[in-house]
Nanobody, 118 residues
């Protein structure tokens, strides 16, 4: 299966920035849709941002203008640049892959904690 490993989480003050990275295994990374999801304590999983194999992106409204998803196919890596962080962004962030650029995010990473203090 595809292996996904997130990194870059940590503790940051409100208004600060973090960049999350997700390193993926596999020969077909360039054909995958990739996404970032998050789950805060006591809340359900939320889709934060996705990027299609052709580069088109989606963002949930709460992060538009603050977060940017990107990918480097040569490195089999997807990134989430998070700026102007807010305490409500605090969550475990998960990377996920949808093989074949589909809508089913079949493969998931272990998650990385992002904590935003006020």
């Amino acid at each position: 299966q595809v292996q996904l490993v997130e990194s870059g989480g940590g503790l940051v003050q409100a208004g600060g920035s973090l960049r999350l990275s997700c390193a993926a295994s596999g020969r077909a990374f360039s054909s995958y849709a990739m996404g970032w999801f998050r789950q805060a304590p006591g809340k359900g999983r939320e889709r934060v941002a996705t990027i299609r194999s052709g580069g088109s992106t989606y963002y949930t409204d709460s992060v538009k203008g603050r977060f940017t998803i990107s990918r480097d196919n040569a490195k089999n890596t997807v990134y989430l640049q998070m700026n102007s962080l807010k305490p409500e962004d605090t969550a475990v962030y998960y990377c996920a892959a949808a093989p074949g650029d589909g809508a089913l995010y079949r493969y998931w990473g272990q998650g990385t904690q992002v904590t935003v203090s006020s």
